[in-house]
């Protein structure tokens, strides 16, 4: 376990490596499952989007909820049993799973250079995400935060960043709500993939 400190001190993310926890041949089971992903241009979120106000659409892939209890559901049962005990430690609040399985665990996937992930802040108090590829340096798919809370878009995000760069089994878990952040494209055409489960709190916030 680590706690990652990043370039700037005013974000932080808790770091648990689960390579040696996961199923075997977790990996290709998730990579098998892209293929019931639904790849396609995603609007803008509303409230959360920190876009620019030109960018209407995002290219990327998503395997919903129950996509991801059908196909994966180790996956799924992790979300709610042994992730739901880490974010407990990663946080002084007390932690509860998502009640509506649409806000819990998503599979996010990117492929070819033209997929990313939206710049947005989180409406959760804590996020969680399970990198499932490894990605040299360079390669993209990074996960970059804006110092910033009023960064309006990826090129203001990118003036002050700490970025995280995937490491498969690593899960992490951070507060998004102040923070914008987005996944930058890949640099190749090999697949990113992370499952996005979102733990908010009991009442304390939503």
């Not at 990043?6 to 293929?35: E, N, Y």
């Not at 002084?92 to 992930?117: C, K, S, W």
């Not at 970025?163 to 102040?178: C, E, M, S, T």
Request: aromatic letters at 8%; proline letters at 8%; hydrophobic letters at 35%.
């Amino acid at each position: 376990m680590s706690k990652g400190s990043g370039m700037l001190t005013t974000f932080s993310w808790r770091t648990f490596d689960l390579a040696g926890r996961l199923p075997d041949k977790w990996q290709q089971q998730l990579i098998d499952a892209v293929a019931g992903a639904d790849f396609r241009d995603y609007p803008r979120t509303p409230v959360l989007t920190r876009e620019s106000a030109d960018v209407r659409s995002i290219s990327r892939g998503r395997l919903h909820a129950s996509g991801v209890r059908r196909r994966l559901p180790w996956l799924y049962e992790s979300y709610r049993g042994y992730f739901l005990e880490l974010a407990g430690e990663a946080t002084n609040e007390p932690v509860m799973a998502a009640l509506d399985d649409r806000y819990g665990i998503v599979l996010n996937v990117q492929r070819g250079t033209t997929m990313r992930f939206e710049c947005h802040v989180d409406s959760n108090p804590l996020t969680g995400l399970l990198f499932c590829t490894d990605h040299h340096a360079g390669a993209g798919g990074e996960l970059v935060f804006g110092h910033d809370p009023a960064a309006a878009d990826t090129d203001a995000v990118e003036r002050a960043c700490p970025v995280i760069r995937p490491q498969a089994g690593h899960l992490i878990f951070f507060d998004g709500r102040k923070h914008p952040h987005y996944a930058r494209p890949l640099t190749t055409g090999s697949p990113s993939v992370s499952p996005s489960p979102s733990t908010p709190p009991i009442e304390i916030s939503s």
